[in-house]
């Protein structure tokens, strides 16, 4: 809010500097301007001080040839410059009226969009990017994990299910001997205690060199 | 292969605004138990738990959905498979009284045309902040020919009572067949799969 008005001094001062400039230095001192200052006025005088140095060459036909074409060429700088200050004065109104609506439309609004001072119309949402806990994934991916988590969920409760059947005694073993039926009790006694991972890790592969044992 | 522990299975869904206390309802039937703090539940979820009914063992398979708008476009892809329907509101919480008609025109939209349907007016312990009264739940249920009950996950009230009666009313109107017809299979609209030929 500070800003625009502190610049609009500087641009102020700025002009007045260059009406000094030019009362003070005359017409000769238009030709040390910046070119992106120079008004019609400055071409004038450029175009009256080359007009007094061409005349004083005298009256070579060489320089009367000369002549036309510079004064071709102040008639396009001429050009340039009436049309570049229009459009420099046409942007300069638009940004003072564009800024007095946003000045204006900052009063009206209190800073209760937060965001920004974009206006994204209705369903539309900002997202801040430097937010760890921005959304990030689409329904579709949500809707793929869940049902994943539900798949392995089911099959989880299965084995459970099946576990505890084998536990129990309700399913047996595949294929065992008398000494095998020993065996998986010894194992399954282990197994209903077991709480480190470790352990179970070892009865399950004690089981599968069992079966591997048992078909080969 | 593995025998079946069980003779059917039913399919039942949990709907109803944010926070009325659908994943608590579940949570008590499931597993006798009951936690205050307030966790939303992120799309859908679900438990199993099998009961004994008539003689037949039945495991329901009760699918919990979050109750926010947002998560709507993936839960109603979940109404069709349903056999049952349990719509809950918070008998503390005006809004969601209201949005019952919400609900069953959801239900009307979504499932199945012959889903039975239940209404759960829950938190019934919080008398004190009570602002729907049971008879408004009586009339509304009456209204749409369906069965209610107050219930309070909390202090365990009417809340396996209603899991029972709907598991009864599915019963009543299932033919009586083989446990390995479509009751068994909860890969459609569920997406989950290997089930069907793996339930012991």
Redesign the interface.
């Known amino acids: 809010m500070e800003e625009p008005p502190l610049r609009e001094e500087e641009e102020g001062e700025e002009e007045e500097e260059e009406d000094a400039e030019r009362d003070e230095a005359g017409p000769e001192g238009a030709l040390g301007k910046s070119p992106f200052r120079l008004t019609a006025e400055d071409v004038y005088d450029i175009s009256y001080v080359m007009g007094r140095e061409l005349m004083a060459l005298g009256s070579d036909p060489r320089v009367t040839q000369l002549q036309f074409k510079i004064v071709r060429v102040l008639e396009m700088l001429e050009a340039l410059v009436s049309e570049g200050n229009l459009a420099v004065e046409e942007l300069r109104m638009e940004r003072d009226s564009l800024r007095k609506e946003v000045e204006g439309l900052r009063r009206v609004g209190p800073p209760d969009s937060a965001g920004g001072e974009v206006n994204l119309g209705p369903d539309k949402v900002v997202v801040d990017l430097t937010d760890p806990n921005r959304p990030r994934f689409t329904l579709q991916e949500l809707r793929d994990v869940l049902q994943e988590r539900n798949r392995l969920k089911s099959q989880l409760l299965v084995a459970q299910e099946e576990l505890q059947c084998y536990k129990s005694g309700l399913f047996p073993l595949p294929r065992e001997g008398p000494r095998g039926r020993r065996e998986k009790d010894a194992l399954l006694a282990r197994a209903s205690n077991a709480s480190s991972s470790k352990e179970e890790k070892t009865i399950i592969k004690k089981l599968y060199n069992y079966s591997n044992k048992k078909h080969t | 292969m ?2 079946k ?1 069980y003779d059917l299975l039913f399919k039942l869904l949990l709907i109803g605004d944010s926070g009325v206390g659908k994943t608590c309802v579940l949570f008590r039937f499931s597993d006798d138990a009951f936690n205050t703090t307030f966790i939303s539940t ?5 438990k ?1 738990k099998t009961v004994e009914l008539q003689g037949k063992k039945i495991k329901l398979q009760i699918w919990d959905t979050a109750g926010q708008e947002r998560f709507h ?2 839960t109603t892809s979940y109404y069709r498979g349903a056999m049952g329907i349990m719509l809950v509101y918070d008998i503390t919480n005006g809004k969601s009284f209201e949005n019952i008609s919400k609900w069953l025109r959801n239900i009307d939209e979504h499932a199945n045309e012959d889903v039975e349907r239940m209404l759960l007016g829950n938190k019934c312990d919080m008398d004190d902040k009570r602002v729907v009264p049971k008879g408004k739940g009586e009339q509304i249920a009456r209204e749409h020919g369906i069965r209610f009950f107050e219930t309070s996950a909390k202090a365990n009230i009417n809340i396996e009572k209603a899991f029972l009666t709907l598991a009864e009313d599915i019963l009543r109107k299932t033919p009586v067949k083989e446990p390995n017809s479509e009751n068994v299979d ?1 890969s459609s609209g ?6 069907k030929s ?3």
């Open positions: 593995a025998k522990t992120i799309g859908i979820d679900f199993i476009t993936i909860i569920g997406g989950v799969t290997g089930w793996k339930c012991c």
